[in-house]
């Protein structure tokens, strides 16, 4: 016995407890540390991997359309709003003429058109703000009409104007630019109709449309600077 009445074999027990608890509090600090590690190496392989998957669209999106002249740009800013319409662009490779209403798109489709230049730098008027203007068509019927933002401030839409009542359109339908009016080329596609207002008085039937880009995950696009001659003409 020790002079503290403590059993030396009770002080020895208790002694143990404690260098044990000391490994145990080691050894769970050591693996928090390394599911830490983990985790992080794991968000960045799915971000490299989530940027691998958009490149190669990208790159998909150019070898299927070789006519089109394509300029890189990296997305680097939007307004303020949480719904943006102007998205601002870094172009990523030197000596390309950047111009204001040359078309902007990704792999999915139209994101816009160019407003204003400022060196490498370029600012981006969504297919869905008010002031946009896309003369379109339906994918099935071939019906054309123009496409602009509803203005609304709380989603992503646009409607089509002058689309006469008589034209047979569809929910779910694809809506493509028509490639008239000389800025998009013909058959990108600009988004799916997702209500119709068919009404039994005047000329042209509302119809609304979500766009085929989400421009909230937008990071890489193409600037199309130039088109075949030949292409103009189908």
Not at 12 to 21: E, M
Not at 207 to 227: K, Q
């Amino acid at each position: 016995h020790f002079g503290n009445g403590i059993p030396s074999s009770d002080f020895g027990n208790n002694g143990d407890s404690y260098i044990d608890l000391v490994h145990t509090k080691r050894d769970n600090e050591m693996l928090r540390k390394e599911n830490a590690k983990l985790r992080e190496e794991n968000i960045g392989l799915q971000g490299i991997l989530q940027q691998n998957a958009r490149l190669t669209k990208m790159v998909g999106f150019k070898q299927q359309r070789p006519i089109y002249q394509l300029a890189p740009a990296r997305v680097i800013a939007a307004d303020m709003s949480p719904y943006f319409r102007v998205l601002r662009l870094r172009i990523e490779t030197e000596g390309q003429n950047i111009e204001p209403e040359m078309p902007v798109v990704s792999a999915d489709g139209v994101v816009g058109r160019i407003e204003r230049v400022d060196g490498k730098y370029c600012d981006v008027m969504l297919s869905v703000d008010i002031r946009s203007k896309i003369d379109i068509m339906t994918q099935l019927n071939r019906s054309r009409g123009i496409l602009s933002g509803t203005g609304d401030e709380n989603k992503y839409e646009a409607r089509i104007a002058y689309l006469l009542r008589r034209d047979e359109v569809e929910e779910g339908e694809l809506v493509v630019t028509s490639g008239r009016a000389g800025t998009f080329p013909k058959e990108l596609p600009v988004g799916r109709i997702v209500s119709i207002d068919n009404k039994s008085f005047g000329l042209y039937q509302e119809v609304t449309v979500e766009p085929i880009v989400d421009f909230s995950r937008l990071e890489e696009v193409y600037i199309i600077t130039g088109i075949a001659e030949d292409s103009r003409k189908r």
